[in-house]
T-cell receptor, first 113, second 113 residues
Framework: GEQVEQRPPHLSVREGDSAVIICTYT??????FFWYKQEPGAGLQLLMK?????EINEGQGFTVLLNKKDKQLSLNLTAAHPGDSAVYFC????????????FGIGTRVLVRP | EAAVTQSPRSKVAVTGGKVTLSCHQT?????MYWYRQDTGHGLRLIHY???????EKGDIPDGYKASRPSQENFSLILELASLSQTAVYFC????????????FGPGTRLTVL
């Protein structure tokens, strides 16, 4: 089945700098990918859903790149601010019954003033 | 806005005791899921359900049962709680087949002593 490797597990950046999180997946048939943000004591909040090939999606303060050739998904927090401090998870659909997702282990991001 | 709620938000249980975690969704979604979150493991799927009165095993079902008495409600049952089941548990819901986005509740922190 699908496996997702996420790195780094921890990331500390200064306010205004960028931060990049990379996920590598194994199943070439996976089509949908997701980034979730988890703030302290809260559930996972959907940041973005990505599909198609080599796509760049821009959200509020972040950019997501999907490279299906290399089976990599990345999240770039541009000009990070303290509100970006959270744990970020990538996820890939498993192409199986049940709408199931396989999650990475998460990246704890700390944005220092 | 669609919502997934969980109760209790926090629970302390004794080893060998019975624990029931409850989840309620107002999304009108068919699919519901139970995950556990442990440091270094991300989220792992315990059980899921795609219709009332039916449940399916996820990736780590041992030691857990699930119940889906209605479309809105999904419970996770630990008949004989063990120390290794100390974790944060998340419930999620998603729409019909192939939409894949999952919407999460705030989580339940379970401590087994």
């Amino acid at each position: 089945g699908e496996q997702v490797e996420q790195r780094p597990p921890h990331l500390s950046v200064r306010e205004g700098d960028s931060a990049v999180i990379i996920c590598t997946y194994t199943d070439p048939n996976s089509y949908y990918f997701f980034w979730y943000k988890q703030e302290p004591g809260a559930g996972l909040q959907l940041l973005m859903k990505v599909f198609s090939s080599t796509e760049i999606n821009e959200g509020q303060g972040f950019t997501v790149l999907l490279n299906k050739k290399d089976k990599q998904l990345s999240l770039n927090l541009t000009a990070a601010h303290p509100g970006d401090s959270a744990v970020y998870f990538c996820a890939a659909e498993t192409n199986s019954a049940g709408n199931k997702l396989t999650f990475g282990i998460g990246t704890r991001v700390l944005v220092r003033p | 806005e669609a919502a997934v709620t969980q109760s209790p938000r926090s629970k302390v249980a004794v080893t060998g005791g019975k624990v029931t975690l409850s989840c309620h969704q107002t999304n009108n979604h068919d699919y519901m899921y139970w995950y556990r979150q442990d440091t270094g493991h991300g989220l792992r799927l315990i059980h899921y359900s795609y219709v009332a009165d039916s449940t399916e095993k996820g990736d780590i079902p041992d030691g857990y049962k699930a119940s889906r008495p209605s479309q809105e409600n999904f419970s996770l049952i630990l008949e004989l709680a063990s120390l290794s089941q100390t974790a944060v548990y998340f419930c999620a819901s998603s729409d019909t087949a192939y939409s894949y986005e999952q919407y999460f509740g705030p989580g339940t922190r379970l401590t087994v002593l």
